[in-house]
């Protein structure tokens, strides 16, 4: 079982014959729309995730790169008249180089201070999307023209369910891959301690960079694709600040540094707020309660404490 | 594991499913589906939760008398928190769990555009309870509105300043969607009534102190006036900061300001404040012989006994929604989608308390300016300005 | 210049609630290394439940007493059922546990009591003081006496009890402090009441001029924690400093560049500040042991 689950490939199949298989049982758009948003937030957790689980670095702001993925496929589209794939690939662009040129001066920092000026990056990103708005509609938010590839609008939940399933499992091979190369063995050493990689010869700065950078591209894709399902993006609703803190508290949720932790917490943030309504008013309270409940039980997450206790029961 | 894996994930997907279907009520025979997203908590909630009690009390009532076409109204209310992707979710929800046939909500104007191509695309009717005139312009087969517009707003203030001799202004506005979307309409019609924005400032939504900003408009040689587009508590704030300062020039407040409550927060500072406004706010002060008389007294004394607090035009516009949704039924004597699209677009005379509506196939919400009155706020109630 | 003192009075009214948020971030997490994101909600429960124990009929003295008491409980719920329970956890997931809480308090607010907006009646009416051509209102000068009394008292606490001295001790070295004997669970517990207290302080001083309703905590808690950083984590005359300095910064921002972007300005302060100095304005510079 221990090897099983050392093995990526089993967990990438595993994976693709789950998302393969949810079609066959979904009983309506609705389903795939929410199906849809919890391939999308895993796939920005799971970027996240690499940045605070295995190289050990906070951002409080990394919807803000969503927001620019979100609405480089919008302005890129309506603007420039890009097509949108091309458009998102901008983006992403955008995003990574964003991240690079941030990122060695705001890595320099630590722990809470890291998280507060990460947090200013994504308030400053939002507040330009909020204020410009002869770029981007201002706070009301801008439509985002459907994805046309090969002559064929892509539209409905249940296209866009296919596409960010592919997109998924797409960001988990390569997320599982970059954990086994050697960058992630450096990652990980940065994560245990910072001082004994850089003893060892490993250049930690540079490591981290280029790990905020592929965070930052996985969440400027996420955002894309957001923006693809719905049509009509708001800076709130892609770059706000408690969009930041639901990406955060996703990955912790799951589990740091679980790939597949990443899915599980965004499943649970999506789908929670959907299962609660029946409770009206008492939704938030009770959404609350479930995420101090749920650290509190399971304190490294839900992925990492429930192997934990199964190795250690079933050993 | 791989098997182990796989399996915690389709637990967790199906216990959340599994919840919703739970929470997706049986298909009850007979009963008409009338569906709400609303900004019930977060930043919008003084829109959204009026909005939800109007809406509670309308059907409760209706149910009461007997409902609709002899059949039950079922009211489904959703809160999106003001976050525009929750909205598009609960806009599919009711379109493809709840199988509503109509829709009121979309408290703001960033909620109701995000959900717009869901019911353009199930064809199924949606009145907006949010301000913005690109929810109706142009013209969406599917989609109508019942509160005025900001460019109506803008006018009617622009109308008062022009009687009186005002031509150099100074302006504050919120940067959240509703204030935004205001300034920009003022800024596009001030030309047309000879104005002239001298000086423009902003805050935040949550901003609790706006002496910087005031002070500045204070500053600027020639200003006549000043007009605070926004909502929530920044115009209260403003208000009482403007008084702070002591300036002494006119102050125009917004339809944003849309309840009693904003006498109450802003006190004394509040006195001459100047503000276009739905009848619904000074439903006593109307004379007999007005129009809208009856319905918006009504309403406040509803309301008022039912949930304990002052109307809001918020609640308002809910009310004004539900009623031509509902006499859009009873004209077409069935809840079918399509038919009762087609007898909203007809509504014609329908007095509530937004004012008379006559919709037609280029106008989705048939209100002009004769519906807003001009009211100054004096001894710590609303006048009306004749 | 009769416009830059009216900027300062409103930034340092502004700047004394942000630093007395701050100052509740540095007390527990002084004691327990917690960053407490629900500390924006005791600024929430302060101002709510006095003004709702003033419509039920209660005075307002005593209500605002009342609502002091109620947020220390709550504080000491917050510790004793929650963050005691996930003792040696992470410092991360410790933090999303507390943003749990925060949404959890909010929830509870808005069954509770409603969702509008609601004002206090000002101590001294609202008559502004004229001073050097700006105006200030009286309790303004309230929340400033206010802060100031909170922080002295605190100083005072920390530097001439007993109690003091085993918080200081409980700050720098847990294992050691337990190991003289200071009852380390109960001195951050201490750390959460008076987190609260001076939360719920904070709140109703500052709602006659703010207003309030069952969701500012959050902003308060952002700002709250950007002014403990901007001030150095951890210090707590960094926390009055980050948060009167945080305040200064928005207003004049707001009134000498731009009010579209002042929060940027301010954000954009505190990130070339952290650039300049990483451990903040009066943090220890931290060496990481291997």
Same mark, same amino acid.
């Given at each position: 079982m221990e090897r099983l689950l050392r093995n990526r490939w089993a967990l990438v199949l595993a994976l693709a014959l789950v998302l393969a298989a949810l079609p066959l049982v979904f009983p309506s758009n609705y389903y795939f729309r929410v199906a849809a948003l919890v391939n999308i937030f895993a796939l920005a957790a799971i970027g996240l995730n690499l940045l605070m689980g295995y190289a050990g670095q906070v951002s409080l702001g990394h919807a803000g790169f969503m927001g620019i993925g979100a609405y480089a496929v919008a302005i890129g589209a309506s603007?420039?008249?890009?097509?949108g794939a091309v458009a998102m690939l901008a983006g992403a662009a955008i995003a990574g180089l964003l991240a690079f040129l941030v990122g060695r001066p705001i890595l320099r920092l630590k722990g809470h201070y890291l998280a507060v000026a990460t947090l200013g990056l994504g308030l400053l990103i939002s507040m330009a999307l909020t204020n410009e708005a002869g770029w981007t509609g201002g706070p009301d938010g801008m439509a985002v023209p459907r994805l046309e590839l090969f002559g064929t609008r892509l539209r409905g939940p249940d296209t866009w369910y296919m596409i960010t399933a592919g997109a998924l499992v797409l960001g988990v091979i390569l997320a599982l891959n970059l954990i086994e190369s050697p960058t992630g063995r450096a990652m990980r050493a940065i994560h245990d301690s910072e001082i004994a990689a850089r003893v060892v010869g490993v250049d930690v700065a540079a490591y981290k960079l280029k790990i905020f950078v592929i965070s930052a591209v996985y969440a400027s894709i996420a955002g894309s694709l957001m923006a693809f399902l719905n049509g009509h993006i708001t800076p709130d609703g892609t770059a706000g600040f408690l969009r930041s803190v639901e990406l955060v508290t996703m990955v912790v949720l799951g589990g740091l540094g679980s790939v597949l932790g990443a899915i599980v917490g965004a499943a649970m943030l999506v789908i929670l707020p959907q299962a609660l309504t029946i409770f009206h008013e008492y939704e938030h309270l009770l959404l609350g309660l479930i995420i101090m409940a749920s650290m509190i039980l399971l304190p490294r997450g839900v992925i990492p404490s429930l192997l934990a206790r199964l190795r250690g029961g079933g050993a | 594991m791989s098997m182990h894996t796989g399996m915690t994930r389709r637990l967790a997907l199906a216990a959340g499913f599994g919840a919703m279907m739970a929470a997706a009520p049986a298909l009850a025979q007979g009963e008409i589906k009338l569906g709400a997203v609303l900004s019930v908590t977060g930043p919008a909630s003084f829109l959204g939760d009026p909005e939800k009690r109007t809406l509670e009390m309308e059907v409760e009532a209706l149910n009461a008398q007997g409902g609709l076409l002899g059949r039950k109204v079922r009211l489904i209310v959703y809160d999106d928190a003001g976050d525009a992707n929750a909205a598009r979710t609960f806009a599919t929800r009711l379109l493809e769990e709840d199988k509503v046939t109509a829709m009121i909500g979309g408290s703001t104007t960033g909620t109701t555009l995000a959900m717009v191509p869901a019911f353009e695309d199930a064809q199924v009717p949606f009145i907006s309870l949010?301000?913005?005139?690109q929810i109706i312009q142009p013209v969406k087969k599917w989609v109508f509105k019942t509160p005025h517009t900001d460019t109506m707003a803008c006018e009617k203030i622009f109308e008062d300043m022009k009687k009186r001799g005002t031509t150099k202004i100074g302006m504050i506005s919120g940067t959240d969607g509703f204030g935004k979307s205001m300034r920009d309409q003022c800024v596009g019609v001030a030309g047309k009534y000879g104005i002239e924005i001298l000086h423009e400032e902003s805050y935040g939504p949550r901003d609790t102190d706006m002496t910087p900003q005031l002070t500045n408009i204070k500053n600027k040689a020639g200003v006549q006036a000043v007009i605070n587009p926004g909502f929530g508590q920044g115009p209260a704030i403003v208000t009482r900061n403007y008084r702070q300062l002591g300036i002494t020039v006119p102050l125009y407040q917004s339809h944003g300001v849309a309840s009693k409550q904003f006498i109450d927060l802003a006190g004394p500072a509040a006195e001459g404040v100047r503000l276009p406004a739905a009848a619904l706010l000074v439903a006593d002060k109307l #004379?007999?012989?007005? #129009?809208?008389k009856k319905v918006v007294v009504q309403y406040t004394a509803d309301y008022t006994k039912k949930t304990g607090q002052p109307v809001s035009t918020f609640g308002g516009h809910a009310y004004d929604g539900f009623h031509i949704w509902k006499q859009a039924v009873e004209r077409a004597k069935t809840d079918n989608p399509a038919k009762v699209r087609d007898e909203i677009e007809k509504t014609?005379?329908?007095?509530g308390t937004g004012g008379v509506v006559n919709m037609s196939p280029t106008d989705h919400m048939g209100l002009d300016l004769s519906a807003f009155r001009m009211l100054e706020i004096r001894n710590g109630d609303w006048t009306l300005v004749q | 210049m009769p416009e830059l003192l009216q900027f300062a009075f409103s930034g340092l009214t502004v700047g004394a609630v942000y630093a007395l948020v701050a100052l509740g971030f540095t007390l527990i997490y002084n004691a327990s290394d917690v960053v407490n994101f629900a500390q924006g909600e005791f600024v929430m429960l302060g101002g709510m439940i006095t003004v709702f124990l003033h419509l039920a009929g209660l005075p307002i003295p005593v209500a605002a007493f009342a609502a002091i008491v109620i947020t220390v409980l709550v504080g000491l719920a917050l510790y004793a059922f929650a963050i005691d329970l996930a003792r040696g956890s992470g410092a991360v997931q410790i933090i999303i546990i507390t943003i749990g809480a925060s949404i959890f308090l909010r929830g509870v607010a808005q069954v509770i009591f409603d969702k509008r907006f609601h004002a206090l009646p000002a101590w001294f009416g609202s008559d502004p003081i004229r001073i050097g051509g700006a105006a200030i209102l009286p309790q303004s000068l309230v929340v400033l006496a206010g802060a100031a009394l909170i922080v002295a008292l605190i100083f005072l606490i920390i530097d001439r009890t007993i109690l003091g001295r085993a918080i200081l001790a409980t700050a720098t070295n847990r294992l050691a402090a337990r190991l003289v004997g200071i009852p380390v669970r109960r001195i951050v517990a201490l750390s959460f009441a008076l987190s609260a207290a001076i939360g719920a302080v904070a709140g109703l001083l500052v709602t006659p001029i703010t207003l309030t309703s069952y969701d500012v905590g959050t902003l308060m808690a952002l700002k709250g924690f950007a002014a403990a950083m901007l001030g150095g984590m951890g210090s707590a005359p960094g926390a009055i400093v980050g948060g009167v300095l945080l305040g200064l910064a928005e207003s004049f921002g707001a009134g000498l560049i731009s009010s579209k972007y002042k929060d940027a300005i301010a954000f954009l302060i505190i990130l070339f500040t952290l650039f300049v100095r990483p451990q903040g304005l009066f943090g220890k510079k931290s060496t990481e042991r291997v």
């Open positions: 603007r420039f008249g890009l097509n | 949010a301000g913005a005139i #004379p007999d012989n007005d #129009p809208q014609k005379g329908y007095v | -």
